[in-house]
């Protein structure tokens, strides 16, 4: 094969699996919301349960005073989102089984309207079961108009179950840009 047959069939290959590779970024957060509605998870985005409030009030009842968690916040966003979006605490202690909440700031610094969506995730991994978000932002896409801001909410509680070795619990928020189309183009 001559030399420059091969170097065409490797630039082919790779446009394409960096096209793919593209497409797949835009395509996770749609893709994680139907996959949990197919399988029929109620969860939250990231995995922890989503409760009632009426499980909220009884797990309120059982408060583990004797323990302190600190539950830490961080914050990126996605390639090419330009809001401001960072936790308006670093961090809280709480005590298994008490309520909390938390605010996010979110503000678009552009001229144009625009969507966002916030996947969080969690370590260490096996907190995740005893993290139950009441109510988050997470749960839904965020709409801010052009220049606008946001304090976004975030309400839950830790059971008093979780390990008794879990000290720490760093929440993760990445924020993509679920702008649709048309309203980019506008």
């Given at each position: 094969?001559?030399?420059?047959?091969?170097?065409?069939?490797?630039?082919?290959i790779g446009g394409v699996m960096a096209a793919l590779m593209?497409?797949?970024?835009?395509?996770?957060?749609?893709?994680?919301?139907?996959?949990?509605?197919?399988?029929?998870?109620?969860?939250?985005?990231?995995?922890?349960?989503?409760?009632?409030?009426?499980?909220?009030?009884?797990?309120?009842?059982?408060?583990?005073?004797?323990?302190?968690?600190?539950?830490?916040?961080?914050?990126?966003?996605?390639?090419?989102?330009?809001?401001?979006?960072?936790?308006?605490?670093?961090?809280?202690?709480?005590?298994?089984?008490?309520?909390?909440?938390?605010?996010?700031?979110?503000?678009?610094?552009?001229?144009?309207?625009?969507?966002?969506?916030?996947?969080?995730?969690?370590?260490?991994?096996?907190?995740?079961?005893?993290?139950?978000?009441?109510?988050?932002?997470?749960?839904?896409?965020?709409?801010?108009?052009?220049?606008?801001?946001?304090?976004?909410?975030?309400?839950?509680?830790?059971?008093?179950?979780?390990?008794?070795?879990?000290?720490?619990?760093?929440?993760?928020?990445?924020?993509?840009?679920?702008?649709?189309?048309?309203?980019?183009?506008?």
């Amino acid at each position: 094969m001559p030399e420059p047959q091969k170097h065409r069939k490797v630039y082919i290959i790779g446009g394409v699996m960096a096209a793919l590779m593209f497409g797949f970024c835009f395509a996770m957060v749609p893709l994680y919301n139907l996959l949990c509605k197919r399988i029929g998870v109620n969860t939250s985005i990231a995995g922890s349960a989503l409760i009632t409030p009426a499980l909220s009030a009884e797990i309120s009842k059982q408060i583990d005073m004797s323990r302190e968690i600190t539950v830490q916040f961080t914050t990126t966003n996605h390639n090419g989102m330009p809001w401001e979006f960072y936790p308006n605490m670093k961090s809280v202690k709480v005590h298994p089984g008490a309520t909390t909440k938390v605010t996010f700031f979110a503000k678009n610094p552009t001229s144009k309207d625009m969507v966002s969506q916030a996947i969080p995730s969690m370590t260490p991994p096996d907190a995740v079961a005893h993290f139950h978000k009441i109510q988050c932002f997470c749960f839904d896409k965020q709409f801010l108009k052009a220049g606008a801001s946001d304090n976004m909410a975030m309400v839950f509680q830790i059971d008093k179950d979780i390990d008794k070795d879990t000290h720490v619990i760093t929440l993760a928020y990445t924020l993509f840009d679920v702008t649709p189309k048309e309203r980019k183009d506008k």
